[in-house]
């Protein structure tokens, strides 16, 4: 732990906000568990004190302003039924959004945060077109009496559903290792390596709203979830992409963009991650593939007693807490409009 630091990673000067700004989340009820959780379900990303930091430091320690987007981030999610959708989604839907936005590739960086991948060449005219027909779509709504039919989400639920599985799944599991320099602070983000080998000027102009939709979602209700984003192989004329791109970036996120040519690219990562984390591609050691399914690391399949599989399984993955006050991860979603509630491991992991 860094000197001065809280063991939820707030310096000594932002304890006071923290601390206003929790009271005052907790005096308009923002705090209060939500219906649409199942019983078990642990509130970890949603309303946890780390939560609440990653609110507070995107609007820079101002404890007004973290309420008032985490207001917005809780409407969102009640009117979207986002936590119901998420024990319900069509692992298929899941899975193809994998395809389209950064992904876990059950890896990590020198201080424990998980890395996630896209390679830009796959956000091509089909894979845009497909996503611009969910963003057409009407927004599913979730009712409980009669029988539920398989949800067919709109673009912002989905997105969204698919961004819930890092917060409520992988940051609480990179949050469990000790293997870090500092085990006692929570993981709260995450580093985003690009492959950018591809990107032309036409495509990035296919982009734009693309990246104007999905900016607004990570800002608003996924704030502080990326530290750093590594745009590799960058091609010569990027300066002109970026031009297109940066208008429709959140400010904050785009500060946090390192833009790599491709002799910098191995140096530069090696600062952060292991080669054998790094995707060959790259110059390290780690057999990548795109829309592949997080690939653990030993520690992590130490954790999780997982001696069978590298792999874990395919759709949205949460944890819930036992009676005895363990924790499991269970896989959700639903195929062929049945739901599912698989075990994948349960840690002895009781919290700091």
């Known amino acids: 732990m860094e000197a ?8 000594p000067e932002g304890e006071a906000s923290f601390k206003a700004f929790t009271q005052s989340a907790r005096d308009k009820g923002l705090l209060t568990r939500p219906d649409s959780l199942e019983s078990r379900d642990l509130c970890d990303g949603l309303s946890d004190p ?40 069509d692992i298929a839907d899941f899975e193809q959004a994998r395809q389209i936005y950064p992904h876990w590739i059950g890896r990590r960086d020198k201080k424990g945060l998980p890395i996630c991948m896209l390679d830009l060449a796959r956000l091509d005219k089909d894979a845009l077109a497909r996503w611009e027909t969910t963003r057409k779509n009407s927004r599913w709504m979730y009712s409980q009496s009669g029988k539920v039919e398989p949800p067919i989400p709109d673009m912002l639920q989905l ?6 599985n890092l917060i409520r799944f992988i940051l609480p599991l990179c949050s469990m290792m000790t293997d870090r320099p500092n085990p006692a602070i929570p993981v709260t983000n995450s580093i985003y390596v690009v492959d950018a080998s591809n990107l032309g000027l036409k495509q990035a102009w296919g982009l734009r709203f693309f990246a104007q939709e999905i900016s607004w979602l990570l800002s608003t ?23 297109y791109l940066k208008g429709w970036v959140d400010p904050y996120t785009a500060e946090k963009i390192v833009v ?20 060959t591609k790259f110059g390290g ?8 399914l997080p690939d653990l690391d030993g520690n992590i399949q130490q954790l999780l007693k997982s001696d069978s599989s590298r792999f874990l399984p395919p759709g949205p993955l949460k944890w819930v807490q036992d009676s005895d006050g363990r924790r499991t991860a269970l896989a959700v979603g639903s195929k062929a409009g049945s739901e599912r509630s698989d075990k ?6 009781l919290g700091q």
């Open 260 to 279: 790599l040519l491709e002799s910098e690219v191995l140096p530069t990562l090696r600062e952060y991650m292991d080669d054998a984390n790094i995707p």
């Open 4 to 11: 001065g630091q809280s063991t939820i990673g707030i310096p």
């Open 159 to 164: 997105a969204s559903v698919y961004h819930d």
């Open 50 to 89: 780390p939560t609440l930091v990653r609110f507070l430091v995107a609007r820079r320690f101002d404890p007004d302003g973290a309420l008032k987007q985490f207001q917005e981030a809780s409407e969102f999610r009640e009117e979207k039924h986002i936590l119901r959708l998420y024990d319900l989604v």
């Open 285 to 292: 050691k780690f057999q990548f593939t795109h829309g592949m």
């Open 344 to 349: 994948i491991a349960t840690v002895d992991w």
């Open 221 to 243: 209700c996924y704030p502080e979830t990326i530290q750093r984003v590594f745009v590799c192989n960058a091609p010569s004329y990027y300066s002109t992409v970026w031009k």
